[in-house]
């Protein structure tokens, strides 16, 4: 291995002279303070989990050997109606042909009569008097009541007449 040679003073690029005065009046104190931010923005783990899933499915598809495969034949199972369902079915048409082939010319005419039969006077009567009967309980206002007293009357005997009872 050779040793770096250091290059000669020629071979060095030239600098224009404005330039290199600039740099030569350079001050780091004139410089504004700035804190860097880092952007680098890692994928997270459900990236990476999607990612890996996709990639595994695509070498699924494109690894995938049709020879691995098995032969299947289909099989067709025709189901045939019995006797029953052909009967229900055949009743079911003839019920539509008659429904449909109806001729309304062959009804006769007839009126409707609305019979509402009212209850008689007595009837009203005994409603209206239970109709009252229960307004009034209903609408009973107990301030109407006058205020009485009670009267106690003692059926015992007096003691003088207990004392008397005694002597005889």
């Known amino acids: ?11 060095l690029p030239k600098v224009a002279v404005d330039l290199k005065s600039e740099l030569e009046g350079f001050k780091p104190e004139n410089m504004k303070n700035v804190t860097p931010q880092e952007k680098n923005i890692l ?33 067709e199972k025709i189901i045939l109606p019995n006797a029953q369902d052909v009967a229900t079915e055949k009743t079911q048409k003839a019920l539509l042909q008659g429904v449909e082939a109806f001729d309304t010319g062959k009804l006769k005419h ?17 409603e209206k008097g239970k109709q009252n009967l229960i307004a009034g309980i209903e609408n009973f206002d107990p301030k109407k009541l006058k205020h009485t007293e009670t009267q106690e009357k003692n059926p015992l005997p007096t003691k003088e007449a207990i004392d008397e009872e005694k002597k005889a």
């Open 1 to 11: 291995m050779s040793n770096p040679v250091s290059p000669s003073l020629k071979d």
């Open 110 to 126: 007839t009126q409707t009569q609305e019979k509402n039969p009212l209850p008689d006077k007595e009837a009203i009567e005994q």
């Open 43 to 75: 994928p997270t783990a459900e990236d990476v989990k999607q990612e890996r899933q996709h990639t595994e499915l695509i070498q699924g598809v494109e690894n995938f050997k049709p020879e691995r495969l098995k032969r299947i034949s289909t099989e």
